[in-house]
């Protein structure tokens, strides 16, 4: 299938809105800070929340189910939240300029937590939805941030991506794992491709338009050429 939707400096916002289980087509758009969402189960819309500048941290924050459109505002380090439980906006700041957002459901209770990754640091800074407790978790590597559950237990896996090097710190063991996966410019899609319950480390390539995913469940590599050069890959089942 295909669907039009957005203009050109988009940026995908991939997730749950209307909470059917399926992944709705969404992009927010920077120049004017709006959402356009195509809701899977029928309707959508747009509306604007945030400001320019302002970076998206869609997830859902308030555990009902539904993606919550959020940003994170790098201006004043605040997070802005649009409960979908409620239609009220939560504000909290937590974060610096230089942060980059990183929301997951860190502590297993299934509701997405504020957090930033902290390159200068390398350490991931987290706030616990469930007690209010605060985490850190020194990473020991720059890069990207791609924590996700990729030890099955429930909880987010804080995690990053340097060139081709992934560095994850599993929540079970408290262990890191390492691994060097593909080119350094490939982009990260991790997901849970196989269906085991873990999201399994994979990348796409733009200059082939193909995808090469390591799966979880059997260490196998799964290879399939989607996309073309200039594309921007959206993992479809998309879990925070």
């Given at each position: 299938m295909t669907q039009t939707w957005g203009i050109n400096g988009d940026k995908p916002v991939e997730g749950d809105y209307d909470g059917d289980g399926k992944t709705d087509f969404a992009v927010f758009r920077p120049s004017n800070a709006t959402w356009y969402i195509i809701n899977s189960g029928g309707g959508g819309g747009q509306f604007t929340f945030g400001q320019t500048g302002d970076l998206p941290a869609q997830a859902d924050y308030d555990g009902d189910g539904r993606t919550d459109a959020a940003v994170f505002r790098p201006s004043n380090g605040t997070w802005y939240i649009q409960q979908s439980s409620t239609g009220q906006t939560a504000t909290v700041q937590f974060g610096q300029s230089t942060d980059i957002p990183a929301p997951a459901d860190y502590d297993g209770d299934g509701k997405a937590d504020i957090a930033v990754w902290?390159?200068?640091?390398?350490?991931?800074?987290?706030?616990?939805?469930?007690?209010?407790?605060?985490?850190?978790?020194?990473?020991?590597?720059?890069?990207?941030?791609?924590?996700?559950?990729?030890?099955?237990?429930?909880?987010?896996?804080?995690?990053?991506?340097?060139?081709?090097?992934?560095?994850?710190?599993?929540?079970?063991?408290?262990?890191?794992?390492?691994t060097s996966w593909q080119l350094a410019d490939d982009i990260a899609v991790q997901n849970d491709y196989d269906g085991d319950g873990k999201v399994d480390i994979a990348v796409w390539r733009s200059s082939n338009g193909t995808w090469y995913i390591k799966n979880s469940s059997d260490n196998s590599t799964r290879t399939t050429q989607w996309g073309i050069t200039g594309d921007t890959p959206v993992p479809a089942f998309y879990r925070r």
């Amino acid at each position: 299938m295909t669907q039009t939707w957005g203009i050109n400096g988009d940026k995908p916002v991939e997730g749950d809105y209307d909470g059917d289980g399926k992944t709705d087509f969404a992009v927010f758009r920077p120049s004017n800070a709006t959402w356009y969402i195509i809701n899977s189960g029928g309707g959508g819309g747009q509306f604007t929340f945030g400001q320019t500048g302002d970076l998206p941290a869609q997830a859902d924050y308030d555990g009902d189910g539904r993606t919550d459109a959020a940003v994170f505002r790098p201006s004043n380090g605040t997070w802005y939240i649009q409960q979908s439980s409620t239609g009220q906006t939560a504000t909290v700041q937590f974060g610096q300029s230089t942060d980059i957002p990183a929301p997951a459901d860190y502590d297993g209770d299934g509701k997405a937590d504020i957090a930033v990754w902290r390159s200068s640091e390398t350490k991931f800074y987290a706030f616990n939805s469930s007690n209010g407790a605060y985490q850190t978790s020194f990473i020991g590597q720059a890069g990207e941030p791609v924590s996700a559950d990729y030890d099955g237990d429930g909880k987010a896996d804080f995690a990053v991506k340097n060139g081709a090097d992934w560095k994850i710190l599993n929540s079970s063991s408290l262990q890191f794992q390492t691994t060097s996966w593909q080119l350094a410019d490939d982009i990260a899609v991790q997901n849970d491709y196989d269906g085991d319950g873990k999201v399994d480390i994979a990348v796409w390539r733009s200059s082939n338009g193909t995808w090469y995913i390591k799966n979880s469940s059997d260490n196998s590599t799964r290879t399939t050429q989607w996309g073309i050069t200039g594309d921007t890959p959206v993992p479809a089942f998309y879990r925070r």
